[in-house]
């Protein structure tokens, strides 16, 4: 075969498979969310003149393209695997693999947003908080529990900076009561079942009671509503909770990383306050339940279970019709907090009659009185180090 024939067929075989990819795109029907990376994709922008002379337009379709590719997750794991056997590249788009557990690269500490961080925290207690008593404590991230030759957030030194901007708030360090495996393989949370060390050195530091240390020998399925019993699997008691295994759980991480791992579980835990509770969602203007099954079998964030996710403003009620011997009074709690709250408040929920949770990534602090009437409740800041590395609240 000639030279000339070889180049002829080699320029032919490309232009038909960009032709084939082409048409292929073309006929593909556009997907609303990427089931991997848990986010929504973007669709075809609105042609306008104003978009095409502010080149918006031309930008929209660009992310359009990219997020809607043809067999766009498996060339994205092709990409990971190049990058990590080929390249040898220690991560992949921030994130890297390691024992089984996704990691993600979050350096450096940023010290002047923890200190904006602090100084909304504080702006919160000088407006609202002058009586009551006020708490704040950090969830360190799971890198933070890796070998001291990663980079990681430097948590101790955000610690410092946080007291020194409001040395007058009762700090809470929760630091001691977790590590690795309290935290998914697959997602940068933690593990609901996993946290009665942190709800009890909570409950110390504030002076509460705690009433979940009795172990329950037996497990009485009558405790859980037909719709949990009939979706899910009761697996084992922790303390005076039962666990209900949800199933399989891909995290965030799992989808970015574009890697084949194993998948977590999920699980949740009941008691009878939690069942017997109400959530009052004021965005929606909707009351629910406080585990969202709805939400588990249809949204593509499993984690959103608890709570039904990234809400402004919820309030969680425990039934008064229903007499609650582990509630300690009729006092309320009022937790400023992120998507990790959302697995810890129902927890809580044995030593309050109710408990508003305020996220102030999505509501401005300003406005909270129109919402929240600020009385005697305890208080507690509970917001990731992640969170508090990064300026996000309004």
């Given at each position: 075969?000639s030279?000339?024939?070889?180049?002829?067929?080699i320029?032919?075989?490309?232009?038909?498979?960009?032709?084939?990819?082409f048409?292929?795109?073309i006929?593909?029907k556009?997907?609303?969310?990427?089931?991997?990376?848990?986010?929504?994709?973007?669709?075809?922008?609105?042609?306008?003149?104003?978009?095409?002379?502010?080149?918006?337009?031309?930008?929209?379709f660009?992310?359009?393209t990219?997020?809607?590719?043809?067999?766009?997750?498996?060339?994205?794991s092709?990409?990971?695997?190049?990058?990590?056997?080929?390249?040898?590249?220690?991560?992949?788009?921030?994130?890297?693999l390691?024992?089984?557990?996704?990691?993600?690269?979050?350096?450096?500490?940023?010290?002047?947003?923890?200190k904006?961080?602090?100084?909304?925290?504080?702006?919160v207690?000088?407006?609202?908080?002058?009586?009551?008593?006020?708490?704040?404590?950090?969830?360190?991230?799971?890198?933070?529990?890796?070998q001291s030759?990663y980079?990681?957030i430097d948590?101790?030194?955000?610690?410092?900076?946080?007291?020194e901007?409001?040395?007058?708030?009762?700090?809470?360090?929760?630091?001691?009561?977790?590590?690795l495996?309290?935290?998914?393989?697959?997602?940068?949370?933690?593990?609901?079942?996993?946290?009665?060390?942190?709800?009890?050195?909570?409950?110390?530091?504030?002076n509460?009671e705690?009433?979940?240390?009795?172990?329950?020998?037996?497990?009485?399925?009558?405790?859980?509503?037909?719709t949990i019993?009939?979706?899910?699997?009761?697996?084992?008691?922790?303390?005076d909770?039962?666990?209900?295994?949800?199933?399989?759980?891909?995290?965030?991480y799992y989808?970015?990383?574009?890697?084949?791992?194993?998948?977590?579980?999920?699980?949740?835990?009941?008691n009878?306050?939690?069942?017997?509770?109400?959530?009052?969602?004021?965005?929606?203007?909707?009351t629910?339940?406080?585990?969202?099954?709805?939400?588990?079998?249809?949204?593509s964030?499993k984690?959103?279970?608890?709570?039904?996710?990234?809400?402004?403003?919820?309030?969680?009620?425990?039934?008064?019709e229903?007499?609650?011997?582990?509630?300690?009074?009729?006092?309320?709690?009022?937790?400023f907090?992120?998507s990790?709250?959302s697995?810890?408040a129902?927890?809580?929920?044995?030593?309050?009659?109710?408990?508003t949770?305020?996220?102030?990534?999505?509501v401005?602090s300003?406005?909270?009185?129109?919402y929240?009437?600020f009385?005697?409740?305890?208080?507690?800041?509970?917001?990731s180090?992640?969170?508090?590395?990064?300026?996000?609240?309004k």
């Open positions: 075969m030279e000339k024939t070889r180049n002829k067929i320029v032919i075989g490309f232009v038909s498979i960009l032709f084939i990819f048409i292929a795109n006929v593909k556009d997907e609303q969310i990427s089931l991997t990376e848990r986010r929504k994709l973007a669709q075809f922008p609105t042609i306008t003149f104003k978009n095409i002379s502010s080149g918006k337009a031309s930008e929209d660009d992310k359009y990219v997020d809607q590719f043809i067999f766009r997750d498996s060339f994205r092709i990409k990971s695997f190049w990058s990590k056997n080929l390249y040898r590249q220690k991560d992949n788009n921030g994130l890297f390691k024992d089984g557990s996704i990691y993600k690269i979050e350096y450096p500490l940023n010290k002047e947003n923890v904006s961080s602090a100084e909304k925290i504080k702006s207690c000088d407006k609202y908080l002058k009586n009551n008593n006020v708490y704040y404590s950090i969830i360190p991230d799971k890198n933070y529990y890796l030759d980079l990681k948590v101790n030194e955000m610690q410092e900076i946080m007291r901007i409001i040395p007058n708030v009762n700090y809470i360090d929760i630091t001691k009561d977790l590590n495996e309290d935290y998914y393989r697959t997602d940068l949370h933690w593990k609901q079942e996993n946290l009665e060390n942190v709800i009890n050195t909570i409950n110390d530091e504030m509460i705690s009433k979940i240390n009795t172990i329950k020998n037996e497990m009485n399925s009558e405790n859980i509503t037909n019993k009939s979706k899910m699997n009761l697996k084992e008691a922790v303390n909770y039962e666990i209900v295994n949800l199933g399989d759980f891909y995290g965030a989808g970015q990383l574009g890697m084949k791992v194993e998948p977590d579980t999920i699980n949740i835990l009941i009878d306050t939690i069942q017997n509770s109400i959530v009052n969602n004021y965005e929606k203007n909707s629910q339940k406080v585990y969202d099954i709805e939400k588990w079998k249809s949204s964030d984690y959103d279970v608890y709570l039904s996710g990234a809400t402004p403003i919820i309030e969680i009620e425990t039934n008064k229903i007499e609650n011997e582990n509630s300690s009074s009729n006092k309320e709690l009022i937790l907090r992120d990790f709250g697995s810890i129902p927890l809580l929920l044995d030593n309050y009659s109710k408990i949770l305020i996220d102030l990534r999505y401005s300003k406005i909270l009185d129109n929240v009437d009385k005697n409740q305890d208080v507690l800041f509970l917001y180090a992640l969170i508090l590395n990064q300026n996000v609240f």
